[in-house]
Each structure stands twice: as C-alpha cells, then as structure tokens.
C-alpha cells in the first residue's frame, strides 16, 4: 500500500480525536497530521483547540466557519421536512456530520492530502455518517479510522494521550460524552447507560428544569415563508438568529428535552439524551402551519416522506439519490407554506394557540362554522355518504346473504 503522506483529521478537541493525532503519526508512520475544527455555533473557543491540535502535534490546524450553511444548507431543510427519528429526535448531531465530512474533502483536496480520518468508534453512528459522505464525494480518498481500530478502552486511550501530553478533558465528576452544536446538545454514558436512571440537572445545559421555568407563560409567534421560518417574536432575523433566538424561548421554558431509547445503525439499542429547543419549536410550528396550507393527499404523503427522510440523514444518507429525490418533493410542497404559528410556551410545553395564511389558506371559515354565516349545502351529504359507502354496503348485504 502506498505510503500515505498527509491526512485530514476531524478534531472536536476531545479524548478519541486528541489521541488519533499522535496515533496517526505514530502507528501509521503518516509524518503530517493536519486537524479540521468545524464551527457550528457550539460556543467553544475553538481558538484554544486549534492550539490544543498543535499542541498534541498536528502539522496544522484549520478552523471552518460553517455556522450559515450549517443553519441554511441542513437545519433549515430539516424543519421544512418536519424530521424526528423514531418520533422524536430532530437530527441536531446527526445534521452535523455530512456538512463536516464536506468539508474534510475539501480541505483534503486543497492541502493535497492522501487520505481524511475521523475519530468516531465501532459502535456509533457517526463512523457510518462519515464513511458515506465521504466516499460520495471524494472515493478516492482513503478513510482512516484510529479509534475503529485500536481496541483501546476509553481509560486506554487517555493514558496513551498522556504519553504524548495529551490532557484528559473527562472527569470521574463529568463521565459523560457530549456534542454540541447550535441545533443542541446531545448526551450519553455514564450514568445514562442505566436506562432507568434519571437523568441529573448536570446533564442539560440548554434547557430549564420544570421546577426552574417561569410561572407565567409566553406567547410567540413564528412568521414562515416557502416553509422557512423568517421571524419570531416579531423580529425578522438571519437563520442563525432565529435559530439562536428559538433556543433561548423554548430553553427558558424547559421546553426541548428528549430522553429516548435510539435504534442505531450499527444495530443496537442506546439511551440518548438531546436538547434542541429551537428546532423542536420550529419544527412544530412548521408542521402546524403545513395542516392549514397543504391539501390532505399531500399532508399524508408527506407524511410518508418525512420519516424516509429523517431515516436516510440519520443512517447517513445525505448525499444519496433516494435523499434528493425526496428533497425535490418537498421542495415543491413548501412555495405554499407561508404565514404564522402562535405557540404558548409553559413549563416544558408548547402549546399551538394559532395559525393563520393569509395567501394561502384551505381553511374557510365559511365553510368550517356553524353559525348563520354557514354556506356550506348540507343537502349534498346524503349523496356523498351514499356513494361513499356503497362498497361497503354491497359487502354487508352479500354477508348477510350467505349467513
């Protein structure tokens, strides 16, 4: 195999990622390690990382400034696709990963490197999201995966990093694995591998405790346009804004929180838990706005839809041809998602008080009240239910026939 020369490593600054460089240098013999930090609104001084990536040896260290495309390119479509997987988990860390691995081929290409690495495990589903996207866009890279393949303990690894003056960033204190993000916080081992254990206030950051949540609660509307959330609280903001703003609305108000079992990838059941209060509240609101907008067939169509699509971005899937097919679908549902959502925010829910389109609404009051004001021909009903249930009618009178 021919030796490689050069390799671009994503770096978080934590355990597995810190140990890959000395590792790639070391048991691989590749002299230069050069370490890509993404910037995806985590609040990090990824200043002090990138120094911690030269400290602990790395050739170069290169920051990218993702935070726009992150929100425009992944989260936004994420909303106008209403995507939970398993129900529940908007894809806050899961986003993430084909727009990082993007930008490892990227880089690679500029640098001139031989291969990209990143420092995921065995059993996650983050190796799977890179490997993918990765391999759509630069086959010819060669992946290398360090803690896939070094059979060591997360203690082992500590210890190996500190050979080469690699300090332990996880504590006995704080045993758990983080990631973070502008879309949330996702949070697992530790004491959280017990399924049963409630979780400790320690484990959230982004979202208020039931009992910590104001008494009174909040009303705030959300304007859309072709499906994008453009306002919110009456302020029309950049995506990043709206999304900055969205989590400290809903995070206030201890809405946001997920405690879920997760089928992986890889085949087995882990206990996750997420934060994203901003995207579960523009998400839902989206998808309240959708029920007023969109025509039935469409709405259980889409339906279908939405799952497929949080399932393939979950499984890794970003850049294949099944997403993009469903992304042109979706795409074509949204030009008549435009108006507003009112959602009351209270103690760990949010609550939809509102909705309304001005241009394009299927919802006629007209035809919807009771009152005097009703036009609806109430006459027409009998034929409609006749017809409607003729099938069903012939079914039960040649039943009876041959009882």
Known sequence: MQQIKKVVLAYSGGVDTSVCIPYLQNEYGIPEVVTFVADLGQGENLEDIRQKALNSGATEAVIGNLLDDFVERYAFPAIRANALYGDKYPL?????????????????????????????????????????????????????????????????????GEKFGIPAPVSKKSPYSIDVNLLGRSVEAGLLEDAMQEPNEDVFAMTASI????????????????????????????????????????????????????DRVVGIKSREIYEAPGLLLLIKAHKELESITLNPEILDFKNTVEKKWGQLVYQGFWFGPLKKALDA?????????????????HKGNAIVIGRSSDKNSLYREDLATYSKKDIFNHKHAEGFIYMWGMSNKIWAESNLKNK
């Not at 679908?329 to 925010?345: A, C, M, P, Y």
Request: net charge negative; hydrophobic share 40%; proline share 4%.
């Open 211 to 262: 009992d910590d949540a104001p008494n009174s609660s909040q009303d705030v509307e959300i304007v859309f346009e072709n499906g994008f959330p453009i306002s919110i609280g009456n302020e029309f903001l950049t995506p990043a804004k709206i999304i900055q703003k969205a989590n400290v609305l809903a995070g206030e108000h201890g809405f946001g929180r997920i405690d879920m079992i997760e």
């Open 92 to 160: 806050s860390t899961a986003l993430a990963r084909p727009l990082i691995a993007e930008n490892l081929v990227h880089v690679a290409r500029k640098l001139g490197a031989d291969a990209v690495a990143h420092g995921c495990t065995g059993k996650g589903n983050d190796q799977v999201r890179f490997d993918l996207a990765i391999n759509a866009l630069g086959p010819d890279l060669k992946i290398i995966t360090p803690a896939r393949e070094w059979n060591m303990s997360r203690e082992e690894a500590i210890l190996y």
């Open 329 to 345: 679908f979706i795409e074509s549902t949204q030009t008549s998602v435009n108006g507003k959502v009112k959602i009351r925010l």
